[in-house]
């Protein structure tokens, strides 16, 4: 499970290159999980490294796509009860879309943010 982890993190914080991930191991590095989880169905750590690896997958676009940091930043200093904080950050995220989809979507947080 280690190394399975240290494949996935080689890959997930890439040092050299051109590429601040690199697919190729990540991808490889869930697939031994999942094959890992549906050998040892009982083994709790198999299921918590299949849900970590799961989760920074899922999370990956927050880091690799500069639009999507303001608004991850506007959600996090909203859970922190930073309101003042995350209005600016959605305003941030607001000025970088041309989505109409995500702007109307960051246009509600922001209602949300505002007095």
Excluded: W
């Excluded at 083994?43 to 899922?58: D, F, K, V």
């Excluded at 796509?65 to 930043?73: A, G, I, Q, V």
């Excluded at 996090?76 to 989505?99: I, K, P, S, V, W």
């Amino acid at each position: 499970m280690t190394v399975i982890h240290l494949l996935h993190t080689t890959g997930y914080t890439a040092r050299t290159g051109e590429e601040l991930v690199r697919d190729e191991l990540t991808g490889r590095a869930l697939d031994l999980a999942r094959m890992l989880r549906r050998l040892l169905p009982a083994e709790r750590e198999a299921a918590g490294l299949l849900a970590l690896l799961l989760i920074h997958e899922a999370r990956r676009m927050t880091r690799t796509d500069s639009t999507y940091l303001p608004s991850t930043k506007a959600d996090l200093l909203h859970r922190l009860g930073r309101d003042a904080e995350a209005a600016a950050a959605y305003q941030a995220a607001l000025a970088l879309t041309d989505n109409a989809t995500e702007r109307a979507f960051l246009e509600q947080r922001l209602g949300a943010e505002e007095p």
